[in-house]
């Protein structure tokens, strides 16, 4: 089985920054890759920034400039900075891992989520 912990989110004004971590523990051979959503009230999950194993990423466009997804594969961990939040970035925030387990299936795997509200 694996767990996922997030951390980090919160209130912050506009302009503001947020840092949130998503550690991964458990029965993991190797992690996939790894990515953040977020669902805002009344409209669905999209994805917000991507991480391959090679480092490769991918953003939606519009947190592109202002958000940075990172990794510690040491740690299974998963970062995404936020910097020059705004009230639209308003959210639940998910991490979202593919990882291969240990008895060599693969599974896509959930955070519980962390709001991050931007607002003065």
């Known amino acids: 089985q694996v767990q996922l912990v997030e951390s980090g989110g919160g209130l912050v004004q506009p302009g503001g920054s947020l840092r949130l971590s998503c550690a991964a523990s458990g029965s993991i051979f190797r992690i996939e890759s790894m990515g953040w959503y977020r669902q805002a009230p009344g409209k669905q999950r999209e994805l917000v920034a991507g991480i391959s194993t090679s480092g490769s990423t991918d953003y939606a466009d519009s947190v592109k400039g202002r958000f940075t997804i990172s990794k510690d594969n040491v740690n299974n961990t998963v970062y995404l900075q936020m910097n020059s939040l705004k009230p639209e970035d308003t959210a639940v925030y998910y991490c979202?891992?593919?990882?291969?387990?240990?008895?060599?299936?693969?599974?896509?795997?959930w955070g519980q989520g962390t709001q991050v509200t931007v607002s003065s």
């Open positions: 979202n891992l593919r990882i291969l387990l240990i008895t060599f299936r693969t599974g896509d795997y």
